[in-house]
């Protein structure tokens, strides 16, 4: 990889202060580094180690943890979600016994409850418990197209939790980020806090940098609730590539 490259793109973008790479080839990490600053209040340098707050990617391991479990046995993913939450009633009419979990993880599910998908992203005062109380009042009725939100996935969340007893941050972290080997990766912000950790910034673009607010555990949720590195992410990108091989051992399904 040519860093000097790199390096003169990152500094004409005037994009972010600081960002961490990882270049994977021939199922390897062949370039892995930070360049600039995770944290301008102290001048803290980014690594390839540095922690980021990953958003929406979240997404992407909650449907692979899923997969594992729907291939494992342990929840059908063509299952009306109704069998993991029976008390769920849909609006107008709809029939919770006709939606699938799986059209909830791919955003086709026909309802959509606007307050918890900004309560639990946000102030983060929308408990768990809560949800079904939540969408059984204010939820409205949609049609199937894909939608893009975090309610979709939230909800199957939900509903997986309910019939395995095991929450997504376990799930995550007990069916992607340990068979991945992704030791620097997390679903606790607390947890993630303890080590490198990249202070988010608005600004760039010849506008000053301001640091964003950071994300706290009653904000985390499991369509975006995770924490992980460039390296980790590497190790993530090869599992993909390599059918679910890395290190020499399958340790997802092959499909």
């Not at 892995?32 to 990617?57: M, V």
């Not at 949720?221 to 993909?240: K, P, Y």
């Amino acid at each position: 990889a040519d860093e000097h490259k790199i390096e003169s793109f990152l500094q004409r973008a005037d994009a972010t202060p600081g960002v961490s790479i990882a270049i994977v080839m021939d199922n390897e990490i062949i370039y892995a580094r930070g360049l600039g600053y995770r944290d301008l209040a102290d001048c803290s340098k980014a690594t390839s180690q540095t922690r980021y707050y990953l958003k929406s990617t979240t997404k992407n391991f909650l449907g692979a943890a899923a997969a594992v479990l729907h291939e494992e046995g342990a929840i059908e993913l063509d299952a009306p979600i109704s069998d993991y939450l029976p008390a769920l009633k849909l609006p107008n009419g709809l029939r919770p016994e006709q939606v699938s979990i799986r059209a909830h993880l791919t955003h086709t599910q026909p309802y959509y409850d606007a307050g918890l998908n900004y309560r639990t992203a946000f102030p983060g005062n929308l408990a768990e418990e809560d949800f079904i109380d939540h969408v059984n009042e204010f939820s409205e009725s949609k049609d199937i197209r894909f939608r893009y939100s975090n309610f979709g996935p939230i909800m199957a969340a939900h509903a997986i939790g309910a019939k395995t007893g095991v929450n997504w941050r376990e799930l995550i972290a007990e069916k992607v980020f340990a068979p991945a080997g992704m030791s620097d990766s997390f679903t606790v912000m607390a947890e993630a806090e303890q080590g490198e950790m990249a202070q988010g910034y608005m600004g760039g673009f010849d506008a000053a940098y301001r640091p964003e607010m950071t994300k706290v555990d009653s904000q985390m949720h499991a369509a975006g609730g995770a924490v992980s590195t460039a390296a980790d992410m590497a190790r993530w990108l090869i599992v993909n590539l390599n059918q679910g091989v890395i290190d020499g051992e399958q340790v997802f399904p092959r499909r």
